[in-house]
């Protein structure tokens, strides 16, 4: 599913847009997750915790996906044990959803 902006590739969000942006897709449960992480054994509990944490940095640059229509964000946060953990994150604003690509 794309966001309809194929062909015209958007700004990428500062911190504070995405996570604003997480914030109402978690509320409103706008989120999918597919994450892989065969050597932790990593939660969508772990993933949620760690997005709502306010410590969250970004790593580099967002990816620009054209395929897809959204940015993909590398964010370092910590698990629920507070344990570092690396979240990548597929951003939807125009639909106010976000995907949890991969953990580690």
Request: aromatic fraction near 10%; hydrophobic fraction near 35%.
């Amino acid at each position: 599913m794309s966001s309809g902006r194929r062909g015209k590739q958007p700004s990428p969000l500062s911190a504070s847009a995405l996570r604003q942006l997480i914030r109402v897709a978690l509320e409103k449960g706008y989120y999918t997750e597919s994450l892989h992480h065969p050597e932790r054994n990593i939660s969508i509990d772990d993933v949620i915790h760690g997005v709502e944490w306010d410590g969250w940095t970004l790593m580099g640059s967002p990816q620009w996906f054209e395929d897809r229509g959204c940015y993909r964000y590398r964010i370092r946060t910590v698990d629920i044990e507070g344990d570092e953990l690396t979240i990548i994150i597929a951003a939807f604003p125009g639909e106010k959803r976000v995907g949890f690509i991969t953990a580690w």
